[in-house]
């Protein structure tokens, strides 16, 4: 991929912004592929952290995807940093919007056959996403 950002046309100096940008999200990415391992390994995680590192998996990558295409079609640089913003967002939003449907759906289904939707979750603890204050897997 970056060798076709370094050979996109256009001025250089739009190259090297999506090169720059490029560059970022995958740090970005592999930040928050190390928080996602590192929370199977806690007890418990802060929303913060979570949302924090959900921002750097998921979110990083759509914002990458809108920013570039800004940059491409040859928006100002304003534009494209309020359209990764907008990607980073839409990540959040996915990831949030998975869980729930994870946790309403299997729950439901779990509930009707009798089993903890909670055995078997992979995923780190977040503390008081739901009523109660209680955790429950992500």
Request: negative net charge.
């Amino acid at each position: 991929a970056r060798a076709v950002l370094t050979g996109a046309a256009g001025a250089p100096e739009s190259r090297m912004d999506m090169l720059r940008r490029y560059d970022a999200a995958c740090l970005a990415l592999a930040e928050g592929q190390y928080q996602d391992i590192s929370f199977e390994q806690r007890a418990a995680v802060h929303p913060a952290e979570y949302e924090d590192m959900v921002r750097r998996k998921t979110g990083s990558m759509l914002g990458l995807a809108a920013a570039l295409g800004a940059c491409a079609a040859g928006a100002g640089t304003a534009d494209a940093d309020q359209l990764q913003q907008y990607g980073e967002a839409v990540g959040v939003a996915l990831r949030d919007q998975r869980r729930l449907l994870r946790r309403l759906l299997l729950g439901e289904c779990a509930h009707n056959l009798g089993v903890n939707a909670e055995e078997g979750s992979q995923g780190a603890r977040v503390q008081g996403w739901e009523s109660g204050g209680q955790e429950h897997a992500c």
